[in-house]
């Protein structure tokens, strides 16, 4: 094994710090290094795992093992590992534990509602969409117990289901989730697209669609394990009056809940999650990897370029003050990011043409945004963020 | 094969082959590794016995005397001697039995025994069950791994004295031979085959486990046993490691236990090929998530060298 290798930190006790993650949460990858090596089925690995503080195991702990991908396995499995059943290896890329259901997450961080709640659907081939009724959900097993309204439900067109705030305390596959996460778990994989709706007041009535900010019809991202929809709220005058698409069915006076689809676990940190491209020699391009060049700009708003604080309070929307709206803006930064947020929703986003990737950031600035381009399958990005 | 070449070798062979009218003693070649070949000669003979070195008329066979033709008599044992496949005798001079299998080594024969036994758990006679001790490979072995038994363990059993059974009625042991440094490989013995009608596999022996020995005379407590019949719960062990583990015995694609530095971090996998096959530009995975049972145990930083 060699001591250097692409952009690898290396440690002269434990080896190559592991830094290349998938796009799946928790999973590391390891490209063995090609040229002048004589790394071999017969080669013993040492792995080496720091258990952090806190834990009843915690200290470092190694692991010795080769690589013979021959069995089929090419993920070594911690937890089995743990779990001392002499199976640690598996695949990568297996099936989730419950591969026939769907769950969806909401942060509201940004938003700050007091009440979420979700509609599941389907898209038909026309373009239009199928949405569960409030008699669907009356029956359905899975979404009776979280049916918006107490009484009368089953006469609604449209069966929106309660989203319940995760307990911060919660954890998921081991990793610390954020505050103010929602969830709703459990879904049936038929319903492949979803829409959110929010009200500040969690005691606001559920049969006045004016007290909620709406999303569009969004396709439950499947990138994720945990698709989290990063949203926040939009005064959308073009809307007003207008029936544009299914939001408009329901009477939401243009407010409107855009945002992205992300990372339950993380969002903090989705720039790590893209992989390192190896470069120098002896790297090959494998045909079912997704390879992209791009020019990254970091934009600043004058306000920044004048020394100023992206996280200052600058804005507050005074839009229509006799409809007592709130504060939606609040940093400068967050509206800086809408800004070139809306601006690139209204460019010709087809082939060629500049998609920014937009990242967010976990402090003053709106947490999450697209994640499209990690969709599809493998994806090695980019950039040394 | 002189599966104590390392600890106890012998220094020498001779092959006596034996008909009915005659008898001729042939010198066997050393190899390495306790490796002794020899040619069978032209004539009628059915029957071969193994002895010391130029003690063929003084010394007991090593091993009894064997008849080629798998038909047992009153003065020999019975083998289905078959070129190529079950053509090599591994000379036991410890406690454990010797036996017949195919000769060691041969990566591409394991692969082709892949084809032709496929179906997961299903081991056949002659299919090769390997054991690696990763510190060996590594080369930071403090107290050597001299012999590795491996034990063929009968279902039900009694726990009560694993590993030290010394009946021998619940299982098959056989020292393994050390076909590499650190690599060791043992045929699954022809009773892998006899049925049973209580175990819901239909078969008697499920169960696997190593008994080590190192230079000291230390023996690792090696009361862990896994199915190879990948059958979970199919047995409980009183103590000390719980129920068994298990995995799907596949001939060349999962067969093979790497020892670590205990039964806790050691796992079963396919072999390393004797090739040392190139693993260049190879992608591995690494998968922290849920590490912990009960209590999560949060993985921070991981390193690789």
């Known amino acids: ?385 | 094969m002189d599966l104590l070449w390392r600890s106890a070798p012998v220094a020498g062979v001779d092959a006596v082959f034996i008909s009915n009218t005659e008898s001729t003693v042939v010198s066997m070649t050393a190899g390495e590794r306790g490796l002794f070949t020899v040619t069978i000669p032209s004539g009628p003979y059915d029957r071969v016995a193994f002895y010391p070195a130029r003690q063929a008329d003084t010394a007991q066979p090593l091993g009894g005397i064997w008849r080629l033709d798998g038909q047992a008599d009153d003065t020999a044992a019975a083998v289905n001697f078959v070129p190529d496949t079950l053509s090599a005798f591994y000379y036991d001079s410890g406690d454990s039995p010797s036996y017949w299998g195919p000769a060691p080594g041969n990566d591409s024969d394991t692969a082709l025994m892949t084809l032709a036994n496929p179906q997961p758990g299903n081991p056949q006679p002659g299919d090769q069950l390997y054991f690696v001790n990763l510190h060996k490979l590594k080369g930071d072995e403090t107290d050597p791994i001299v012999t590795v038994e491996a034990r063929f363990i009968q279902l039900p059993h009694d726990g009560t004295d694993s590993p030290i059974w010394t009946n021998g009625k619940q299982y098959i042991g056989r020292t393994m031979y050390e076909v590499r440094d650190g690599v060791y490989v043992v045929s699954f013995p022809q009773e892998i085959t006899e049925s049973s009608s209580t175990n819901t596999s239909g078969y008697l022996y499920e169960e696997v486990a190593f008994n080590l020995t190192r230079q000291s005379g230390y023996k690792d407590p090696f009361n862990r046993h896994y199915n190879f019949r990948d059958l979970k719960h199919a047995s409980q062990m009183p103590e000390t490691w719980g129920d068994p583990g298990y995995f799907g015995y596949i001939a060349g694609t999962m067969d093979t236990y790497y020892y670590n530095t205990d039964v806790e971090d050691s796992y079963w996998n396919a072999h390393p090929f004797n090739a040392d096959a190139s693993i260049h530009g190879q992608m591995v995975y690494f998968d922290t998530k849920d590490y912990g049972a009960t209590e999560e145990q949060k993985i921070g930083n991981l390193y690789l060298r």
């Not at chain 1, 918006?148 to 929106?160: H, N, P, V």
Request: aromatic share 16%; proline share 4%.
């Open chain 1, 1 to 385: 094994m060699p001591t250097s290798y692409l952009d690898y930190q290396y440690d002269q006790n434990y080896g190559f710090l592991l830094s290349s993650r998938t796009n799946t949460e928790g999973v590391f990858y390891f490209r063995m290094p090609t040229g002048q090596n004589n790394l071999s089925e017969n080669t013993v690995f040492t792995l080496t795992y720091v258990i952090e503080a806190g834990s009843s195991h915690a200290g470092t702990h190694t692991f010795l093992f080769t690589y013979v991908p021959r069995s089929g396995f090419d993920c070594l499995m911690l937890d089995y590992l743990w779990e001392d059943t002499g199976e640690v290896w598996g695949n990568y890329g297996a099936e989730p534990a419950d591969p026939d259901t769907t769950r969806v997450y909401f942060n509201n961080a940004v938003t700050a509602f007091g009440k979420i709640q979700v509609l599941f659907g389907t898209k038909k081939q026309d373009g239009s969409y199928t949405w569960v009724s409030g008699q669907e959900a009356s029956d359905a097993t899975w979404a009776k117990d979280h049916r918006a309204y107490a009484e009368g439900y089953e006469s609604w067109a449209r069966g929106w289901l309660d989203m319940e705030a995760l307990d911060p305390a919660e954890r998921v596959e081991g990793h610390a989730i954020p505050n103010n996460v929602w969830a709703f778990e459990g879904v049936p994989d038929t319903y492949t697209h979803v829409m959110f709706r929010g009200a500040l007041n969690a005691g606001a009535d559920n049969g006045k669609g004016n007290n909620f900010w709406f999303s569009p019809p969004l396709e439950i991202s499947t990138a994720y394990s945990y698709p989290c929809f990063f949203g926040y709220r939009y005064l959308d005058e073009s809307s007003y009056g207008q029936a544009k698409d299914d939001v408009t069915l329901e009477s939401h006076d243009h407010h409107v809940l855009n945002g992205g689809w992300g990372s339950l676990v993380q969002q903090y940190s989705l720039g790590d999650a893209s992989m390192d491209v190896p470069q120098g020699s002896g790297f090959v391009n494998q045909n079912n990897v997704y390879y992209a060049t791009t020019s990254l700009y970091d934009y600043y708003s004058m306000w920044e370029q004048s020394g100023e604080s992206s996280t200052k309070n600058t804005y507050l929307s005074q839009y229509d003050s006799s409809r007592n709206l709130p504060n939606l803006w609040g940093p400068q930064g967050l509206l800086w990011n809408l800004a070139v947020s809306e601006y690139f929703d209204q460019k010709d986003t087809s082939a060629n043409q500049a998609q920014p990737l937009y990242f967010g950031s976990g402090g003053s600035m709106v947490e999450g945004g697209w994640g499209s381009l990690l969709s599809g399958g493998q994806f090695f990005s980019i950039f040394p963020f």
